[in-house]
């Protein structure tokens, strides 16, 4: 389908590469302030891609990604040419971030969104120790591990995949409850859910046995309480080259060595 915008905004990582990039691909095309443009391109690999979906959530601002980075799983490939025809014939995918809401050691309340996965990770030298409820209901009264997350299909192939989670397809309405080094139970390797549950960790002994909360790049360390579910009123909206789409990748991802 061919969409139809007036400007362009290019931003870039920190990188001399992406920012040389930057400089080419506005000599080339223009510029206009990303608060203004219809479609901002951002020029990086996945971590910048990442914060700058986060920066223009419910924005309504359409994101189009070429790799200035190492992996780029999120990005289209580099080219200088044929740009606003390859926007042009590029596709949106529409898709809600995870919210985690912790309750934390010092009495306080935090917020954060991810778009990738939201996971608990011990503090020190000792292994965590979790309670796992879904929906209400519990589902391990007692997980020693290192952590644990909650990968949405977008992660799925970040740090979930890199603990032997579930690759998922963009299109699948699921949500990869993924162990990292679980100790018991032993044989535990993690869980399909729905992605409309509400995923409650609980950290038990949280003295002995301190635990940090991560959303995508926010950490809140020291947490008591972890709830995870899926922001319905948060959007975030990327463009991908037909030929690149996310589910053609996340399938050639499952084939990959």
């Known amino acids: 389908m061919s969409r139809t915008f007036r400007s362009l905004a290019f931003i870039a990582s920190n990188t001399d590469e ?69 926007i042009s014939a590029s596709v949106e995918n529409e898709f809600h971030p995870l919210k985690m809401t912790t309750s934390n050691s010092d009495g306080s309340i935090s917020f954060a969104l991810a778009i990738n996965e939201v996971s608990v990770l011990r503090q020190s030298y000792q292994a965590a120790k979790l309670r ?22 977008v992660g799925s192939t970040a740090y979930n995949l890199s603990a032997h989670g579930p690759i998922l397809p963009l299109e699948a309405p699921l949500l990869a409850l993924t162990p990292v080094s679980a100790f018991r139970p032993r044989r535990w390797r ?58 053609d990748r996340i399938i050639a991802e499952q084939f990959s060595d």
């Not at 796992?132 to 299909?153: N, W, Y």
Request: proline share 5%; hydrophobic share 40%; with cysteine.
């Open 132 to 153: 796992v409820i879904v929906d209400g209901q519990v589902r391990l009264e007692e997980l020693i591990c290192d952590g644990l997350m909650v990968a949405t299909p």
């Open 18 to 86: 992406a920012q040389a990039s930057r400089n080419e691909l506005i000599r080339r095309y223009g510029h206009t302030e990303p608060a203004e443009a219809d479609v901002i391109v951002a020029l990086g690999g996945d971590g910048f891609m990442l914060q700058t979906l986060h920066d223009t959530m419910n924005t309504g601002k359409l994101i189009y990604g070429m790799n200035r980075g190492s992996v780029g799983f999120l990005m289209n490939d580099y080219s200088t040419d044929n740009l606003p025809e390859r």
């Open 190 to 247: 993690g869980a399909l859910l729905p992605d409309k549950v509400t995923v409650v960790l609980e950290v038990l002994e949280p003295e002995k046995r301190p635990v940090n909360a991560v959303a995508d790049h926010t950490e809140v360390k020291s947490v008591l309480r972890v709830e995870i579910a899926q922001s319905e009123d948060t959007t975030a909206r990327i463009l991908s080259d037909p030929d690149r789409s996310w589910s």
